[in-house]
C-alpha cells in the first residue's frame, strides 16, 4: 500500500497507534520526517489529508491553511487561536480571536449551522485551544472531534443537532457528546442512546459519560450489555491505545479572571511562582513579575542542578525550539524524582514523577491543604517513552482539581503502597 493511502486510512478513525507507529517508520526510513516534524510533499494524497497528519505530528499548522478554506472547510478546526501569555479573558465574545472564527464559520458553514450553533462552536473551538495549551499536550488530542464534525457535517446537516440530543439527554458537554458521536457513530449503541425514550437511570448515565471521555472500545457494546454490565467491568474493557505526541510548550493560565493567590495561610503563594519538592521532601519556593517567564523562572529554580540545565538547553538547541517550562519540569521529575509546581494566579500544574515518595507526599499535602482557592492541574511524567499523561476524571473527563481532589492524586502515586503508620503519617502531615 502507498503510504498516501495508508495515512488517508488511518485518519479515518486515528485510534489504531501500531499503524501508526508503522506509517512513522516508512517515513522517517524514506528521510520524511526531522526535527521540525514531517514534510508530505512529494507524498501523493489528498491536500487537506497532508495539512491533517502534518498538525497531528507538528503540532502546528501551515502559514497558507487559510488558502484551502473554500476546498476544505473543515480545516478551519485546525485555527490555533491561542498565543502565550493569553487566557479566557481573551476569548470574549467581539474578541479578535472570537470575530476571526466568526467569520469563517459564517462563511463556510452559514447554511448549515444557525447563528447560535456557531457561537456555540466557537466557544468549543477556543475552549478545546485553551485547554491544551494549558496542559501542554498536543491540540490535535482535542480537535478530532471537531475537524470530523466539520468534515461530515456536509453529508449529514443532523450531525450537530444529534450531538445536541445525546448532550442534553445525558448531561454531557458538547465536547464529550461529540467524542461519543464520533466514536460510536452508526452503531447500535449510538442509535439507541439518541433515539431512546426510555428513562436513563443514573448508573447507566455515569457509563455514557465515562464512553464519552475515553478512547474507543475494541469490542463494541451492545444496547442490553449497557444496562447489565458494571461500571467497574466496563472500564476494563480494552480499548484503542491511540496517544498523541506531548508538545511541551508555554506556561499556565489562570482560569478565572480573579486575583485569587492559589495558596493561602502559611505556604501563601504569589501570583506568579515557581515550587520545586525533591525527592526527600525539601522544598523551595520562587517568586516572579510579568517580567520573568516561566520557563526562566523553573531554570532558575533548578540552578543548583547545572546537569540538568545542561540536558534541558541542548535538547532546546539540538531540536531548534523554543525553552518552555514543562520541559524542564519533565526532565526534573524523571531524572532527580523531583515535583515542580507552575503557579499562575488561582491556577497551579504540578509535574509529579511517575511514583513519589513519602517525604514528598507530606510536603505536597502540607502545601495543598491551604490550596482552598486553587485550581489544580496534574501532570504524571513516565521516562518510559517520554511522555506527560494529563491526570483526568475518569467520569467527566476533566482536568482540573480542588485541592481535595489534588491530594488524593498524590497519595494515590506514593511509592509502594503506604502502611497503616504511614497512612497516619501522611494523615498528620495534613494538619
Excluded at 245 to 262: D, F, I, Q, Y
Excluded at 323 to 345: C, G, K, M, W
Excluded at 388 to 406: M, P, R, S, T, W
Aim: proline share 1%.
Amino acid at each position: 500500500m502507498y503510504i498516501g493511502n495508508a495515512i488517508c486510512d488511518y485518519l479515518k478513525t486515528r485510534t489504531n497507534e501500531e499503524y501508526f507507529k508503522i506509517i512513522m517508520s516508512t517515513l522517517l526510513k524514506y528521510g520524511l520526517i526531522n526535527e521540525n516534524g514531517v514534510n508530505l510533499k512529494s507524498i501523493r494524497m489528498p491536500i487537506d489529508k497532508k495539512i491533517e497528519f502534518e498538525y497531528l505530528v507538528s503540532g502546528h499548522t501551515q502559514e497558507n491553511l487559510y488558502s484551502y478554506f473554500s476546498e476544505y472547510p473543515h480545516l478551519i478546526a485546525l485555527i490555533q487561536t491561542d498565543n502565550y501569555g493569553l487566557n479566557k479573558r481573551s476569548y470574549q465574545k467581539g474578541s479578535f480571536y472570537w470575530n476571526n472564527l466568526k467569520e469563517h464559520y459564517q462563511k463556510y458553514f452559514e447554511q448549515v449551522f444557525t447563528d447560535e450553533e456557531i457561537e456555540e462552536l466557537i466557544n468549543l473551538h477556543m475552549d478545546l485551544d485553551n485547554e491544551n495549551r494549558m496542559y501542554g499536550i498536543d491540540d490535535y488530542s482535542a480537535k478530532i472531534d471537531l475537524i470530523w464534525l466539520l468534515e461530515n457535517i456536509q453529508n449529514n446537516n443532523e450531525l450537530l443537532k444529534n450531538a445536541k440530543i445525546i448532550r442534553n439527554k445525558v448531561g454531557l458537554t458538547l465536547k464529550q457528546s461529540l467524542h461519543f458521536t464520533r466514536l460510536y457513530y452508526n452503531s447500535v449503541l449510538y442509535l439507541n442512546v439518541l433515539h431512546t425514550g426510555r428513562r436513563l437511570d443514573e448508573d447507566v448515565i455515569k457509563k455514557i459519560k465515562y464512553l464519552s471521555t475515553a478512547r474507543k472500545l475494541e469490542e463494541e457494546l451492545s444496547w442490553k450489555e449497557l444496562f447489565t454490565i458494571s461500571y467497574d467491568e466496563l472500564k476494563s474493557r480494552k480499548t484503542h491505545n491511540f496517544k498523541v505526541k506531548n508538545m511541551l510548550r508555554g506556561g499556565p493560565h489562570a482560569s478565572s479572571t480573579t486575583k485569587n493567590r492559589c495558596f493561602d495561610g502559611k505556604n501563601k503563594s504569589s501570583e506568579r511562582e515557581v515550587r520545586r519538592i525533591t525527592a526527600d521532601g525539601v522544598g523551595i519556593a520562587y517568586s516572579f513579575d510579568n517580567k520573568v517567564r516561566h520557563e526562566q523562572a523553573v531554570e532558575i529554580i533548578y540552578q543548583d542542578y547545572p546537569e540538568l540545565i545542561n540536558m534541558y538547553s541542548e535538547m532546546v538547541r539540538k531540536n531548534k525550539s523554543n525553552a518552555v517550562a514543562r520541559t524542564l519540569a519533565f526532565l526534573a521529575a524523571i531524572n532527580l524524582q523531583s515535583i515542580t509546581f507552575i503557579i499562575e494566579s488561582n491556577f497551579c500544574q504540578i509535574y509529579i514523577p511517575e511514583t513519589i515518595t513519602k517525604e514528598q507526599a507530606q510536603t505536597c499535602i502540607r502545601i495543598l491543604e491551604n490550596g482552598k482557592n486553587g485550581v489544580f492541574g496534574i501532570c504524571k511524567c513516565y521516562q518510559n517513552g517520554w511522555q506527560i499523561h494529563v491526570l483526568k476524571n475518569e467520569e467527566d473527563g476533566n482536568a482540573e482539581f480542588d485541592y481535595q481532589k489534588a491530594i488524593e492524586l498524590i497519595e494515590d502515586s506514593i511509592e509502594n503502597s503506604p502502611d497503616k503508620d504511614d497512612e497516619q503519617s501522611i494523615h498528620r502531615a495534613r494538619k
